[in-house]
C-alpha cells in the first residue's frame, strides 16, 4: 500500500510475435510513473537470454533488475521473451538456440521493439538502447554489434563475450557438443572407432569492427562466474578495429555489484 501511494505502478503486460511471425512472445512495459502519452520517449530493452530462465519480471522485489527505476529516467522499458528461452513453454521452444547461442535471441527482440513501436506512438523507434548482466551482458553487445544502425546504445555487464574461456558445462548443456566419428588402424592393422567432441560458439570478439553506437562495458575484477577476462577481450577487439567505447571495471566486485 505505501509502493501505491508513493506512486509505483506494475508493469504492464504485452503479447508480440517473434520473428518468424508466428509464435507468441510475452513480455512487461515500464513506463515513467508521471507517463504522458503525448511525449515520446526512448525505449530500453532489458534483456537475460537464457536459456535456462527468462528476464521478464513482473512483482516488485527488492533484487529486480531496477527495470521500473529505470524508467523514472524517462524511459520505456520493457523486457519480453524469446524463442530458445524458458523451458516451461515447450520443449520446441526451449530449444529453438541449440547450436546458436550468441544470435538466437536477436531477431526476436529486433522484432518486438519494431512492433511495440509501430503501436505505441510513444515509443521512439530512434531511440533504442539495450542493457544485461551475465549472459545479458553477452546478449547485449551482441545485439548493438549485429544491428548497429537500430541499437543506438547498449550497457553490457559481466557478459560471457568468449564462451570458450566460460564454465563448459553450461555451453554444452545449452549449445551442443558435436561428435565427430573417426575409425582408426592400430599397429596391427586392427580398426577401431574414436570419437572427437567440437564445441563451438561464436563470440562477441568477432563483431567488434561493427560498432557505430554507444557500448558501456562493465565487469568486477574479481567476479568468479564470468572471468574479467571475457570483457577484457572483448575490450581488445573493439580497440583493434578502432572503436570508441566506456568500460567501468569495478575493483573488489564479483560477478553482482551489490555491495
Known amino acids: 500500500s505505501q509502493l501505491f501511494a508513493a506512486g509505483y505502478k506494475f508493469p504492464e503486460i504485452f503479447k508480440v510475435k517473434a520473428a ?7 513480455g512487461v512495459m515500464y513506463k515513467p510513473f508521471n507517463f504522458d502519452s503525448t511525449k515520446v520517449y526512448p525505449i530500453v530493452d532489458y534483456v537475460y537470454p537464457g536459456p535456462q ?5 513482473y512483482p516488485f522485489t527488492r533484487m529486480s533488475p531496477r527495470t521500473d527505476r529505470l524508467a523514472q529516467a524517462g524511459f520505456i522499458v520493457i523486457s519480453v521473451g524469446q524463442r530458445g528461452g524458458h523451458p516451461s513453454r515447450s520443449k520446441w521452444y526451449h530449444n529453438y538456440g541449440y547450436g546458436n547461442m550468441r544470435d538466437y535471441p536477436l ?10 513501436a509501430s503501436r505505441y506512438s510513444f515509443i521512439d523507434i530512434n531511440k533504442v538502447g539495450i542493457y544485461g548482466h551475465s549472459g545479458g551482458g553477452f546478449m547485449a553487445a551482441s545485439a548493438i554489434l549485429t544491428y548497429p ?37 592400430d599397429s596391427l592393422g586392427n580398426e577401431r572407432k574414436e570419437y ?7 563470440t562477441n570478439a568477432e563483431l567488434a569492427k561493427n560498432l557505430k553506437g554507444h557500448l558501456m562495458l562493465v565487469t568486477g575484477d574479481e567476479d568468479k562466474n564470468v572471468n574479467p577476462a571475457h570483457t577484457y577481450r572483448l575490450a581488445h577487439a573493439l580497440i583493434e578495429s578502432g572503436k570508441d567505447f566506456d568500460m567501468l571495471v569495478i575493483p573488489g566486485a564479483g560477478h553482482g555489484y551489490g555491495s
Do not use: M, P
Not at 518468424?20 to 510475452?26: C, I, K, N, Q, R
Not at 530462465?53 to 519480471?57: D, L, R, T
Not at 572427437?196 to 561464436?202: A, G, H, L, M, N
Open 20 to 26: 518468424d511471425g508466428v509464435t507468441d512472445l510475452y
Open 53 to 57: 530462465v527468462e528476464g521478464v519480471y
Open 107 to 116: 531477431a526476436d527482440h529486433k522484432y518486438a521493439i519494431e512492433q511495440l
Open 149 to 185: 544502425d537500430f541499437y543506438k546504445a547498449a550497457v553490457s555487464c559481466s557478459g560471457n563475450h568468449d564462451n570458450y574461456i566460460y564454465n563448459r558445462g553450461w555451453g554444452e548443456c545449452y549449445n551442443g557438443v558435436r561428435e565427430i566419428e573417426k575409425t582408426v588402424k
Open 196 to 202: 572427437e567432441y567440437k564445441f563451438s560458439v561464436k
